[in-house]
């Protein structure tokens, strides 16, 4: 007869995902999750696998938290306005948190930029894929501008978005607000 689960999974998700976010995934130990996420090392396999099972579904749980923004970003009809909305909004659940500095996303992207993790890469390629065409959708609202110019719009500002993602591990509110605004003077 299988045990019943003790835990209830999204608490014990959520719990791994913050320690994945502060550590990365290399420096985020099997004993480490099992600590934070209260549960023992047989439940963590039986659950989830393995660590990558738990870091698999912490990269879910963190894209569906996000989707509040992106579905703000998605609704709104403002065009470059709404991107920098996003880009502010973005950054500040990122300063919510007092130990979750930079985005959950961008760490890993980062992380595994070399590796040839299929599984991670898909869910980059992902997300990395939405942000983009949700930032293309905006900037063709304006239309004064080609496809060509709109699609070169929409790279620098995807670009900006890491470096902004990866700024706030790092900067004060203040340079991250003037990096916003320097970002759109030029678009």
């Known amino acids: 007869m299988a045990r019943k689960k003790e835990y209830i999974e999204d608490e014990v998700i959520d719990k791994a995902m913050n320690l994945f976010w502060q550590n990365g995934y290399e ?3 099997m004993q ?3 600590k934070e996420m209260g549960i ?3 439940s963590i396999y039986a659950s989830f696998g393995n ?3 738990v870091f ?3 990269l879910k749980a963190y894209k569906t938290k ?3 923004f992106f579905n703000k970003f998605k609704n709104a009809s403002n065009g470059v306005e709404d991107i920098k909305q996003f880009f502010y909004d973005s950054v500040s659940a990122l300063y919510k948190e007092e130990n979750q500095k930079g985005c959950f996303v961008t760490n890993t992207y980062n992380e595994f930029s070399e590796s040839e993790d299929p599984i991670i890469k898909e869910q980059m390629s992902l997300f990395m894929d939405d942000l983009k065409s949700l930032i293309i959708e905006k900037l063709s609202i304006e239309s004064s501008k080609d496809e060509e110019t ?3 719009h929409a ?4 670009l900006a978005k890491h470096g902004l993602a990866a700024a706030a591990r790092v900067n004060s509110r203040k340079e991250i607000e003037d990096y916003i605004e320097m970002t759109f003077n030029n678009i």
């Open 27 to 29: 420096n985020t130990s």
């Open 32 to 34: 480490m999750l099992e």
């Open 40 to 42: 023992n090392k047989f």
């Open 51 to 53: 660590k990558h099972g």
């Open 56 to 58: 698999i579904k912490s």
């Open 66 to 68: 996000s989707n509040v």
């Open 150 to 152: 709109i699609l070169k």
């Open 155 to 158: 790279n620098y500002l995807l």
